[in-house]
């Protein structure tokens, strides 16, 4: 990360026009050179490499972490993981006894990192650009690259023109003015944890594409279910896709086969996920009741994914009927993934203006992909058609198509500075009190502790210092939310030792954070002064600081925690 | 009152319309300009493409609650504040800042000329809707290459602006409100190059007169500050989209004389603007843009026959000419996406989102009553929030301005008149010198000087109150110099 004062602003959009020309200059030589090399990995290479140089634009010269602090979603995303990295259970969410409903993510991400709250900040970064490589890299090898001939169905062409337009076209050079932003910023490189479904996709697709067999259902089962743990809306959105797979594959005779898939790979799934999903319908609902949609927001959307999309849209649809006319089963499958996702955008707008769903951005950036999906194989059918139209030899199609189509692609034209909200307010560093802050929280507080913390705050002591909080009032309301508000009350306004008690008791919080978003939420807690309370240890910053902005207090220290804290740094000690 | 709307001008009502109702007509305009160019004739072919631009352009330029970037951008306040006090005071040559003299615009001559401010004012939001398709009929009358001539047309209503110009503040219609003479000059320049080049045809000259009308323009140098070299070399390269790509595949098969200069001229001028040479970087990118489309013709008459000749083997189309069918599916393929249809000036110009606002009616009002009850020679003493509005909607010439003017030469005399004119003394000589006769005060103006309230100049010996208006306005007469309220 570069500081913000070593590159002014108008420096680094010099440096950037600078970047984006060099990067048009390697990419035409790239192509012209596709034009020799003649091989499909050649291209993937050249997509994975321009998503390379999207994610360091877009990363490089923050003077944070993108989009911490900037809107809700990385942070609270973070804070999923940290605290799992630092020892919480994966199971939870940052709110103490609260269930996840997004566990895989957390799990992964502790994982890779080797349950290190440190190095899950060095690697979540990276995370956005290792997802979207994934799925580039999975939509190839699934199945696996059936050759370099052109006219042959799912070939390594066609699957990379797939892979090009889902992830180069999916946004449009408009799009960060409307409504949902723009696909790629605001889905690939924030949401990494949802699009870790979409690496799942096409080895799902693949496997129940293959010869019918019951350990392929069951494989099948267990990746589809697998997609119901990383993100349940994809699930969802595929689910749909499946019924669409039954009713086209009747027109190929196979409806039999295909309802006896789709019926096993559902029925297994729903053993497996049924109490998550009644979990997730009662508590976190998509009907839970959100600002309602008006109809000119609707038909806008309606318009900015369809003819809105110009000939990305015509392109997909050709895709489409392309794929309609084939007998595979895999190109009825993308078919009807593509089709389930159209028809959940269709319900989720019902529902979104008659009772104001949640959630609707994300089945937006799912139909973007899958448009891109299928415009890519309607490009690769007009460049083959075209091709012989105008007499250009079948080795050179691929660079022709790429070519013409590169000046429009995201690479070209994505300049974060302008389209980028979250890359402007990512660019000044943290505060260096909340870092210094955070950093005690990781090394000098005990894993399993929880923090009274309150609003961003909170997400901060999660996402950053890798531990629990009673709750933050932005994530859905924990169990028992009336008596931990009642509680967190008691401890900060009225200094009530019994309720300190009774916290770190129930919900193992030892520690407070005090700040002036806390003092603004609670005015009359700063009537009696913190660290003169009783049962209240001031443990950082050291030391007496007048008008410090962070202040972390040990609430009811007994003589187990202080040993406990026996090899902290002397700031806590000090305390 | 001083109509600066000019939807109140054809009895529109005032209001941000429908814009998704407004996306959907663009749409459907756009999918029956595909569909008559399959089969009607030429004109009505461009006819439909000048109707899907007219309303596209139209609807914004018609939306504008005052003249783009009035009292909001310094550049159009100063021309429209000279127009204002030219029509209102009947004196040319005078500056709108009393004693200094008029910087003339073209604007400013035709309100010297007896045309009303607001006829005047409100001329630049009309010109975008207007040039656009008249550039097109330019090309369609003018052009040499008459067998690309209707494809030619087409492209250009439909892409002379793309997103990414757009967002470089150089789109042609995008950016057009924000160059109102340049664009008014384009419309001669592109009928002398195209008509110089079909007269020239075959000569050696074509070329060269050509490129020296397109560098002689071009090189007219503008407001805008230039931009840094690698921006102004991806809007040489990569904000052009496909149709450098395409320009250069036409330019292999030979460019006509005018096609060639609108490219290599503007070409050169858009790289000039990332040097310190003061060219304009709205003309750079129009002559440009102008010239890639016109080579982009070739290719793609070619492309549009091929995939017609194709299409044209399906029954539904098989009674249609085959070019026809391809530039019918060139255009329904990239008119709906394209940035006029999805063209929304208020997210993207903050200018043209301030120039949305209505001006308040107790300010126009105000204004009003000071065209009506003062006498045009006299000069005001303002704020400076408000000597502008004084300026152009009142018609009267202003003390002091400095948001449009931050230091006149004689900047300390003309403060040492305010602060004698509020101080209740005569101002003499200094008063004489600037013609200074009026103060409009409104609440919270001129604290500096110790003023808590507007009634208390009330008090002063050499003031007397004219009138007070809704909103807070007082206009006050300086009293030694009192005349009857109208000349």
């Given at each position: 990360m570069v500081p913000e004062e070593t590159v002014t602003e108008a420096g680094l959009d010099s440096l950037l026009s600078w970047a984006r020309l060099l990067t048009g200059g390697v990419s035409i030589l790239w192509i012209l050179a596709s034009a020799r090399v003649r091989r499909a990995e050649w291209i993937l290479a050249a997509v994975v490499s321009w998503c390379v140089y999207l994610w360091a634009i877009s990363n490089l010269p923050l003077g944070r972490m993108y989009a911490v602090g900037v809107g809700h979603d990385r942070l609270m995303n973070l804070a999923l993981c940290t605290p799992v990295a630092a020892g919480s259970p994966f199971y939870e969410t940052y709110?103490?006894?609260?269930?996840?409903?997004?566990p895989f993510w957390s799990l992964f991400v502790a994982a890779i990192s080797g349950w290190s709250a440190d190095r899950v900040l060095l690697l979540y970064p990276v995370l956005a650009l290792l997802v979207v490589v994934g799925f580039a890299v999975s939509f190839y090898v699934s199945p696996r690259a059936l050759s370099n001939c052109e006219e042959g169905h799912w070939s390594g062409w066609e699957k990379v023109f797939a892979i090009y337009f889902a992830l180069m076209f999916s946004t449009g050079p408009a799009d960060h003015l409307e409504m949902y932003r723009s696909v790629w910023?605001?889905?690939?490189?924030?949401?990494?944890?949802?699009n870790l479904g979409l690496i799942l996709l096409p080895p799902l697709l693949a496997t129940l594409s293959g010869v019918p067999s019951w350990s392929r259902r069951l494989g099948a089962a267990l990746l589809l279910h697998l997609i119901g743990w990383v993100f349940v809306i994809f699930w969802a959105y595929v689910v749909l896709g499946l019924l669409f797979y039954v009713a086209l594959s009747r027109r190929h005779g196979k409806g039999r086969t295909a309802a006896v898939d789709v019926a096993t790979v559902l029925g297994i799934n729903l053993v497996l996920l049924s109490p998550y999903l009644f979990i997730l319908?009662?508590?976190?609902?998509?009907?839970?009741?959100?600002?309602?949609?008006?109809?000119?927001?609707?038909?806008?959307?309606?318009?900015?994914?369809?003819?809105?999309?110009?000939?990305?849209?015509?392109?997909?649809?050709?895709?489409?009927?392309?794929?309609?006319?084939?007998?595979?089963?895999?190109?009825?499958?993308?078919?009807?993934?593509?089709?389930?996702?159209?028809?959940?955008?269709?319900?989720?707008?019902?529902?979104?203006?008659?009772?104001?769903?949640?959630e609707t951005d994300e089945i937006y950036y799912f139909v973007r992909v899958m448009v891109g999906v299928m415009a890519g194989i309607g490009a690769w059918n007009v460049a083959h058609r075209t091709g012989e139209l105008l007499a250009v030899p079948k080795d050179l199609r691929p660079a022709a198509l790429l070519l013409v189509s590169f000046p429009l692609a995201l690479p070209a034209w994505w300049d974060p500075v302008q389209m980028d909200r979250y890359f402007a307010g990512s660019r000044a560093p943290l505060p260096d009190s909340l870092v210094k802050t955070m950093s005690f929280?990781?090394?000098?507080?005990?894993?399993?502790?929880?923090?009274?913390?309150?609003?961003?705050?909170?997400?901060?002591?999660?996402?950053?210092?890798?531990?629990?909080?009673?709750?933050?009032?932005?994530?859905?309301?924990?169990?028992?939310?009336?008596?931990?508000?009642?509680?967190?009350?008691?401890?900060?306004?009225?200094?009530?030792?019994?309720?300190?008690?009774?916290?770190?008791?129930?919900?193992?919080?030892?520690?407070?954070?005090?700040?002036?978003?806390?003092?603004?939420?609670?005015?009359?807690?700063?009537?009696?002064?913190?660290?003169?309370?009783?049962?209240?240890?001031?443990?950082?910053?050291?030391?007496?600081?007048?008008?410090?902005?962070?202040?972390?207090?040990?609430?009811?220290?007994?003589?187990?925690?202080?040993?406990?804290?026996?090899?902290?740094?002397?700031?806590?000690?000090?305390? | 009152m001083m109509d600066l709307r000019l939807g109140e001008w054809l009895g529109l009502p005032a209001g941000h319309a429908d814009l998704a109702a407004f996306r959907w007509t663009l749409m459907l305009l756009a999918v029956t300009w595909a569909a008559l160019s399959l089969r009607s004739r030429p004109p009505v072919v461009l006819l439909a493409g000048m109707v899907y631009t007219t309303a596209a352009v139209g609807f914004w330029s018609l939306a504008l609650a005052r003249p783009y970037g009035l009292l909001i951008d310094p550049d159009t306040t100063r021309w429209a504040a000279q127009v204002s006090v030219t029509a209102g005071t009947g004196h040319p040559a005078e500056g709108f800042l009393s004693g200094e003299p008029?910087?003339?615009?073209?604007?400013?001559?035709?309100?010297?000329?007896?045309?009303?401010?607001?006829?005047?004012?409100?001329?630049?939001?009309?010109?975008?809707?207007?040039?656009?398709?008249?550039?097109?009929?330019?090309?369609?009358?003018?052009?040499?290459?008459?067998?690309?001539?209707l494809l030619g047309c087409c492209l250009w209503l439909a892409f002379s602006t793309g997103e990414l110009d757009a967002h470089r503040g150089v789109g042609f219609v995008s950016s057009a409100w924000g160059h109102p003479e340049a664009v008014l000059t384009f419309l001669p320049l592109v009928a002398a190059v195209l008509a110089a080049g079909r007269i020239l045809s075959g000569s050696r000259l074509g070329l060269p007169v050509c490129a020296a009308l397109v560098g002689l323009w071009g090189l007219h140098p503008g407001a805008t500050p230039p931009m840094p070299l690698p921006n102004s070399l991806l809007l040489l390269a990569l904000d052009q989209g496909p149709w450098l790509v395409l320009a250069l595949v036409g330019a292999r098969r030979g460019l006509d004389a005018a096609t060639a200069a609108s490219v290599g001229v503007g070409g050169l001028l858009v790289v000039a603007c990332g040097l310190p040479l003061g060219v304009d970087p709205w003309r750079a990118q129009a002559t440009y843009r102008l010239g890639l489309i016109l080579a982009a013709t070739g290719p793609l008459q070619h492309l549009?026959?091929?995939?017609?000749?194709?299409?044209?083997?399906?029954?539904?189309?098989?009674?249609?000419?085959?070019?026809?069918?391809?530039?019918?599916?060139?255009?329904?393929?990239?008119?709906p996406g394209s940035f006029l249809t999805r063209w929304?000036?208020?997210?993207?110009?903050?200018?043209?989102?301030?120039?949305?606002?209505?001006?308040?009616?107790?300010?126009?009002?105000?204004?009003?009553?000071?065209?009506?009850?003062?006498?045009?020679?006299?000069?005001?003493?303002?704020?400076?929030?408000?000597?502008?509005?004084?300026?152009?909607?009142?018609?009267?010439?202003?003390?002091?301005?400095?948001?449009?003017?931050?230091?006149?030469?004689?900047?300390?005399?003309?403060?040492?008149?305010?602060?004698?004119?509020?101080?209740?003394?005569?101002?003499?000589?200094?008063?004489?010198?600037?013609?200074?006769?009026?103060?409009?005060?409104?609440?919270?103006?001129?604290?500096?000087?110790?003023?808590?309230?507007?009634?208390?100049?009330?008090?002063?010996?050499?003031?007397?109150?004219?009138f007070t208006a809704r909103g807070g306005f007082r206009v006050y007469e300086i009293a030694a110099r009192a005349d009857p309220p109208t000349e």
């Open positions: 709110q103490v006894g609260q269930l996840n409903f997004e910023n605001v889905s690939f490189l924030l949401k990494p944890n949802h319908l009662t508590r976190y609902s998509f009907l839970l009741h959100g600002p309602r949609l008006d109809l000119a927001s609707v038909l806008d959307q309606a318009m900015t994914l369809g003819l809105g999309q110009g000939f990305v849209f015509l392109l997909a649809l050709l895709g489409g009927k392309t794929l309609y006319s084939r007998a595979d089963d895999l190109s009825r499958l993308w078919l009807s993934l593509a089709l389930g996702a159209v028809s959940a955008w269709v319900g989720y707008m019902g529902l979104a203006l008659t009772i104001g769903a949640t929280i990781r090394e000098g507080t005990e894993p399993e502790a929880a923090f009274l913390a309150v609003g961003e705050d909170a997400r901060f002591v999660a996402g950053l210092g890798g531990r629990r909080v009673l709750y933050d009032g932005y994530l859905t309301p924990p169990p028992n939310i009336a008596e931990r508000s009642r509680l967190q009350w008691a401890v900060l306004v009225e200094g009530d030792r019994a309720a300190a008690r009774a916290l770190r008791a129930q919900y193992g919080v030892r520690y407070v954070l005090i700040s002036d978003r806390l003092m603004a939420d609670y005015p009359t807690a700063q009537l009696r002064p913190f660290a003169a309370r009783p049962g209240w240890r001031k443990v950082f910053p050291a030391g007496s600081i007048p008008d410090a902005e962070l202040e972390v207090f040990e609430l009811e220290a007994t003589a187990s925690s202080e040993s406990a804290g026996a090899g902290i740094p002397a700031g806590r000690k000090g305390g | 008029a910087v003339a615009t073209l604007w400013s001559h035709l309100a010297a000329l007896g045309v009303p401010a607001e006829i005047v004012l409100l001329l630049p939001s009309l010109l975008p809707v207007v040039i656009l398709p008249a550039v097109a009929i330019a090309i369609w009358s003018l052009w040499n290459d008459r067998e690309r001539v549009a026959t091929r995939v017609g000749e194709a299409l044209i083997k399906y029954r539904p189309l098989r009674h249609f000419v085959a070019e026809r069918v391809g530039i019918a599916a060139l255009l329904l393929l990239f008119v929304d000036p208020a997210r993207l110009d903050p200018t043209a989102r301030a120039s949305l606002e209505p001006l308040s009616t107790n300010l126009k009002a105000a204004m009003e009553r000071i065209r009506e009850e003062t006498a045009a020679s006299g000069v005001f003493l303002a704020s400076p929030e408000y000597a502008p509005h004084v300026a152009v909607l009142a018609g009267r010439r202003v003390l002091l301005a400095p948001t449009l003017v931050a230091s006149p030469a004689d900047l300390e005399r003309r403060r040492r008149a305010e602060r004698e004119a509020l101080s209740g003394a005569d101002p003499g000589s200094l008063g004489q010198r600037y013609g200074l006769r009026y103060v409009l005060i409104t609440p919270g103006d001129f604290r500096q000087y110790g003023i808590e309230d507007p009634a208390d100049l009330t008090d002063r010996a050499s003031l007397r109150l004219l």
